[in-house]
């Protein structure tokens, strides 16, 4: 309730997330709350860990602090992502905002490694924790802020679909967690004199880092070239077989350039014999109105397939027959029949499982087999294969 009012307050047409100013307002509204609460939890618990000479509440300040930081390079990252294209980026900036995120991940990482150092310290050197109650009631109020605060970056992120904010989502949980342990650590002070302190402090740090690792695993991915989405591959399979005479599609890739900024390619199966010029145009449309619809720019190949003669057709249906039950291969596309006489080339792509593949034999180990079956079969038949890897797994 509290999110929604804030967003339909602080962002004119909060509604149309597909637009890049929204989106980076959304970001902004999203790193500025961030910073307020952090601010304030960290000002609340060095407070409350100088009062009470505790090292897990210190530790989980600085944890806010940090997270203060992380908000200020969230909104420098959403800042900088928006830029326009230029010649030297000509498919925008958009990534700069996994770059930022991977920066927050580092910073996290970074408090987590100092706070293992001071809590063994403390282990070793225990110090004894004074117990107050007003201190001890403002910690609880700090976990309730927190557990806002990842709802709310939680219903942002998932608003204009942010890697970022869905990761400071997950830290912020995760300091709901950390910030619990370390109330029940001040409190446990209150009833022993162990140094229950410097161990609540060490689990609080490895938390901390684990935390770190998660958001360095998650950003990288799309970086690194991750699967693209399992929606917008299907949006545009299904918006390109929409159009006349397109009869099938193959070899989708997409490329990530950040959140709302895509490329993708995609082959369109069309018949041989249709006019070039009008199939030419039907194409165009297809590029133009599909990349206006889901906010991408898509580029379709035109694959000419061949008129189906009888002997085409039984030499497809006796392939088809042979790579149904191979496990590696999902598909087969562009079959063709090339040559004349007897010696003929038969000519195919396949799609196959990369991860399978790799395990149990190479790309060129899988050709030579289906192409020793098929001339058991027709001695004269020469196999041309291409082996493509599935690109939307």
Not at 71 to 99: C, N, Q, V
Request: with cysteine; aromatic share 10%.
């Amino acid at each position: 309730m509290i999110s929604k009012l804030l967003v339909k307050t602080f962002i004119p047409n909060y509604q149309n997330v597909k637009d890049e100013k929204v989106r980076s307002s959304y970001g902004y509204l999203a790193g500025i709350i961030g910073i307020l609460i952090n601010l304030l939890l960290f000002i609340v618990k060095i407070s409350v860990g100088f009062i009470s000479a505790s090292i897990a509440i210190t530790a989980d300040a600085f944890n806010n602090l940090s997270d203060a930081a992380s908000s200020i390079i969230t909104i420098i990252g959403f800042k900088l992502a928006k830029m326009p294209a230029d010649k030297e980026h000509p498919f925008g900036h958009g990534r700069i905002e996994y770059i930022s995120a991977l920066i927050v991940a580092f910073l996290v990482m970074m408090v987590g490694f100092q706070f293992v150092k001071s809590s063994f310290e403390r282990i070793f050197n225990p110090n004894v924790i004074k117990f107050e109650t007003i201190p001890f009631i403002l910690l609880l109020i700090s976990i309730f802020f927190k557990f806002w605060l990842s709802k709310f970056n939680k219903y942002m992120g998932q608003k204009i679909d942010s890697s970022a904010l869905k990761a400071s989502s997950v830290d912020a949980l995760g300091d709901v967690f950390t910030s619990s342990c370390v109330v029940i650590s001040f409190l446990a002070a209150k009833f022993t004199t162990l140094p229950i302190d410097g161990y609540i402090g060490l689990l609080v740090s490895l938390a901390i880092l684990y935390a770190g690792f998660s958001l360095i695993k998650e950003t990288i991915s799309p970086l690194l070239g991750e699967a693209p989405d399992p929606e917008l591959s299907k949006s545009i399979i299904e918006g390109v077989l929409s159009y006349d005479h397109i009869i099938g599609v193959h070899d989708l890739i997409i490329h990530n350039y950040g959140v709302g900024k895509c490329m993708a390619s995609i082959h369109a199966e069309i018949p041989s014999d249709i006019n070039i010029m009008k199939i030419h145009d039907i194409i165009d449309t297809a590029e133009r109105e599909i990349s206006e619809k889901l906010k991408i720019y898509l580029v379709i190949h035109m694959d000419p397939i061949c008129i189906e003669t009888e002997e085409i057709k039984i030499a497809r249906i006796e392939i088809e027959k042979i790579i149904k039950y191979n496990p590696l291969i999902k598909s087969m596309h562009d079959f063709r029949v090339i040559g004349e006489g007897e010696k003929k080339n038969l000519i195919f792509d396949i799609v196959v499982d990369s991860n399978q593949l790799n395990k149990v034999m190479t790309a060129e180990e899988l050709k030579e087999n289906i192409s020793l079956t098929i001339k058991d079969m027709h001695p004269f038949y020469n196999c041309i294969i291409t082996v493509d890897n599935d690109f939307m797994s």
